[in-house]
């Protein structure tokens, strides 16, 4: 039987009860807890044959595994924040047993019990801002050109003032999506910028020039919705995503440091 | 001299997008890989030791670029004004200037 190590999805405040429903974690595996003083651990057991280093280095460069295990991952996050306040822990993040993860309950419990109280009642919101198609590019005016009788040269102007538009409107896009960001942060407790995402990641052909993140109150939910629809237009396309579990607000590194103290229990 | 043969879109649309499952996969591999608690150490395994999901992901991209031929429409003179973008946010330009036209 291969050994296994303890995934860890979470570190929430304690329900002092189970979720809702039972969830099924990465690898096929349920979901259970661990608890020290007010702090719940969602873990499961994962086969080191699979999640011990050498094979996720491989596997790690598989983006079909990566995608299934994020889902994995994400779907468990979900469930904890849905219903207590939680901080998800970065994807992949494998302990070698359970009093490990007690472990660090009991000497991080502070530090958990902070960011926790930060993102309590509070969602996350993602708000993506493309650059606008050029619309109508300049065709109309390409064409009475092209009856001039040359049409190579109506080509290339055709084609000047298209990159020239091009331009024209991702500049103006940028300097709008610095106006958004600016009011979206004003009307969210915290904002983190993710880079802007690849156009054959994102999907989509229009640059993208926000990629911003927000904490919201939930009870401003609709308030902070409504101001990013008056922020739509303008030369910008923006795409809502959200409420997400608070990610981007529970960045917290605990390296080795806090993990040395293990020597000493 | 043949200034451009494909134009962006069109390039872009021949090799199909991402489908949207994906799409969505790369909204939650931004917070999945940039936020949330990080923890490394000797008694755990995690992504803050094996940095390779970044790599993959550029390689992707990277890949991706090179058999698509977005910026190589070098056009004649007077069209300079999509370098200067460039150096304003690099992250977010509608095309790397280093990609040279393709053969």
Redesign the interface.
Known sequence: MAET?TY?YA?AQDLGRPLAAAVVGVAGAPVHTITHEGLVAYVSPVPLDE???EP??RS??D?DW??ET??A??RVVEAVSEETPT??????????GED?VRD?LRHRHDD?AA?LAHVTGRR?W?V?AYAAPAAADSPAEGESVAESGKPGTA??QR??AS??N??DV??RA?EQAEHVHAALAAASVAS?R????????????D???L?G?YLVDEDRAEEFVAVVDGLRGQGIDLEL?GP?AP??????????A???V?DDT | MTPDRRPRGAALAAQGRLPAERVALVDLLDRLLAGGVVVSGDLVLSIADIDLVRISLRALITSVRASDTIPSAHPPGAVTVVRTSEATTPASAPGPPDHGAPR
């Open positions: 190590g860890l570190i999640f011990g280093e996720l280095r790690l460069e983006l990566v995608g994020a889902r991952h994400h901080a998800p822990v970065r994807l992949v993040t494998v302990y070698t490990q660090l958990f960011v996350e993602g993506k080509y290339l084609r000047r990159l020239r091009r331009e991702w500049r940028a983190h993710h880079r802007p995402q690849d156009p054959e990641l994102s999907g989509r052909e640059p993208m020039v990629n993140a995503t997400w990610y981007s607000f529970t960045v917290l590194d605990l390296g080795t806090g993990l040395e293990l």
